[in-house]
C-alpha cells in the first residue's frame, strides 16, 4: 500500500503570498489532518477532515483553511502568508473513525516565507 | 500550557542496552497514547500505541507502559540498534470523548552509541 503523499516538498513563498499545500492518504483512509512543526512549538494541530467535512481545529488564525476532496484527497490553504508561516506542514491519515486508530503521516512539505 | 511533556530533550545509550523515553500528560481525558520516530525533514513515523484499558503493549524490541494513576508512559527500546537514533515523540488523544486531534510532546533526541 501506499503511503501518505504530501506535494510539493519544498516551497519558496513570498511575505503576502497565498499557497495551497496537497495530500493524498493512504488508500482506503477516510481521515486527513494537519500538523504544523516549527523549531519553536514542536507540532501543532491544524484541523482534521473526515468525508469532507472538518471534524476538528486547532487554535490557528483563519488564513489557515482546508478542504478534503470525495476521493478523500485534502488540500490545505495560507493566505497572506508571513514568516512565522515558515515551517514543516504534515499530513497524516487514519482508516476510521472508531476512537484508537494510529495516524500516519507523509513527508511533509517545507514551507519558507521570504 | 503543555498537556504532554517530555522533560529529557535528549538521551545518549550504548548499543545492545536499553533506551528508556518517558512522556507525563496532565488531561484526564487522554485515553489513547502513541509514540512516533521522527528523522531530520521527513515525516514521524508510527512505532506503538496503547488504549488506557491496558497497561503494557509489546512489539517487537519496542514496549509502551502506561500509568495511568501517575500520567506516566514510557517506551523501552530492547536491545538499542544505531538506527534508532532519531527524535522520539509521544502523542496522545481523546478518543472517547470524540477527539482524534494529536497533542504532541516536545520530543527526546534519541542517540545509540556504537
Known amino acids: 500500500k501506499a503511503g501518505v503523499t504530501q506535494t510539493p516538498r519544498y516551497l519558496i513563498k513570498t511575505r503576502g503570498q497565498q499557497v495551497t499545500l496537497s495530500c493524498s492518504p493512504i488508500?482506503?483512509?477516510?481521515?486527513v489532518s494537519w500538523y504544523q512543526q516549527t523549531p519553536g512549538q514542536g507540532l501543532q494541530f491544524l484541523f482534521e477532515y473526515f468525508s469532507e467535512t472538518q471534524r476538528n481545529k486547532g487554535n490557528f488564525p483563519g488564513r489557515f483553511s482546508g478542504r478534503q476532496f470525495s476521493n478523500s484527497r485534502s488540500e490545505m490553504n495560507v493566505s497572506t502568508l508571513e514568516l512565522g508561516d515558515s515551517a514543516l506542514y504534515l499530513c497524516a491519515s487514519r482508516g476510521g473513525l472508531q476512537g484508537g486508530t494510529a495516524a500516519f503521516f507523509g513527508q511533509g512539505t517545507r514551507l519558507t516565507v521570504v | 500550557d503543555q498537556q504532554v511533556k517530555q522533560n529529557s530533550p535528549s538521551l545518549s545509550v550504548q548499543e545492545g542496552r536499553i533506551s528508556i523515553l518517558n512522556c507525563d500528560y496532565t488531561n484526564s481525558m487522554f485515553d489513547y497514547f502513541l509514540w512516533y520516530k521522527k528523522y531530520p525533514a521527513e515525516g514521524p513515523t508510527f512505532l506503538i500505541s496503547i488504549s488506557s484499558i491496558k497497561d503494557k503493549n509489546e512489539d517487537g524490541r519496542f514496549t509502551v507502559f502506561l500509568n495511568k494513576s501517575a500520567k506516566h508512559l514510557s517506551l523501552h527500546i530492547v536491545p538499542s540498534q544505531p538506527g534508532d537514533s532519531a527524535v522520539y515523540f509521544c502523542?496522545?488523544?481523546?478518543?472517547?470523548?470524540?477527539?482524534?486531534?494529536?497533542?504532541f510532546g516536545t520530543g527526546t533526541r534519541l542517540t545509540i552509541i556504537p
Open positions: 488508500s482506503g483512509h477516510r481521515s
Open positions: 502523542a496522545a488523544s481523546a478518543p472517547s470523548f470524540g477527539n482524534e486531534k494529536l497533542t
